[in-house]
């Protein structure tokens, strides 16, 4: 598990189910799930946010955002 903060930018989210996907800077994608969300005054996330959080491994190797927050709103 990661303890480094980085950023990227929403790649898509349903708000439904809580899940969707971000891309960093350096066009890795991380999956978004529901235990992401850092921030708890955050209802939903829109395409094109920036973001800051962690990474976490998650099942089958796949990077999972962690304590992922809001840089623009």
């Known amino acids: ?3 480094v903060t980085i950023q990227g930018t929403i790649r898509d989210y349903d708000v439904e189910t809580k899940r969707g996907s971000l891309l960093t800077d350096d066009r890795i994608e991380i999956v978004i ?6 921030d708890d005054a955050i209802r939903t996330l829109r ?4 973001v800051r959080f962690r990474v976490d ?14 840089v623009t709103f």
Do not use: P, T, Y
């Open 1 to 3: 598990m990661s303890q």
């Open 33 to 38: 799930d529901d235990r992401s969300l850092g």
């Open 47 to 50: 395409i094109g946010q920036r």
């Open 57 to 70: 491994d998650g099942d089958e190797g796949a990077r999972v955002a962690r304590d992922l927050r809001l």
